[in-house]
């Protein structure tokens, strides 16, 4: 069974900035998919950011619309450790922001769809406001 933790979520003033973190138990975290996803209330759960793994130590990032250009996501592999970094936060980045792992993912866009990833986080706070 793997375990993520998120943390770092918090009230910020828009265009500010916060750096979530998700430590992750499991032997495999180099190997995983690893990404973030997000939610308000009355809407779905939707993809922010993934990293995923494409052998030897290549990682490619993949970004949802939204933030792309204001989001980065990062792996410490040594850590089991993923990063959202938001910068230029906006209130409509306000929402729970969820942590997920996969371990396989294969497929056109596999890594923005909710059903590749095996586990998830509890979740963390994030609040914009204007």
């Known amino acids: 069974q793997v375990k993520l933790v998120e943390s770092g979520g918090g009230l910020v003033q828009a265009g500010g900035s916060l750096r979530l973190s998700c430590a992750t138990s499991?032997?495999?975290?180099?190997?995983?998919?690893m990404g973030w996803f997000r939610q308000t209330p009355g809407k779905e759960r939707e993809f922010v950011a993934a990293?995923?793994?494409?052998?030897?130590?290549?990682?490619?990032?993949y970004y949802g619309d939204s933030v792309k250009g204001r989001f980065t996501i990062s792996r410490d592999n040594a850590k089991n450790t993923v990063f959202l970094q938001m910068n230029s936060l906006k209130p409509e980045d306000t929402a729970v922001y969820y942590c997920?792992?996969?371990?396989?993912?294969?497929?056109?866009?596999?890594?923005?769809?909710?059903?590749?990833?095996?586990?998830w986080g509890q979740g963390t706070q994030v609040t914009v406001s204007s």
């Open positions: 997920a792992a996969g371990t396989s993912c294969s497929g056109y866009g596999c890594y923005e769809t909710r059903r590749t990833y095996d586990y």
């Open positions: 990293s995923k793994w494409s052998g030897g130590s290549i990682y490619y990032r």
């Open positions: 499991g032997r495999s975290f180099s190997t995983y998919v």
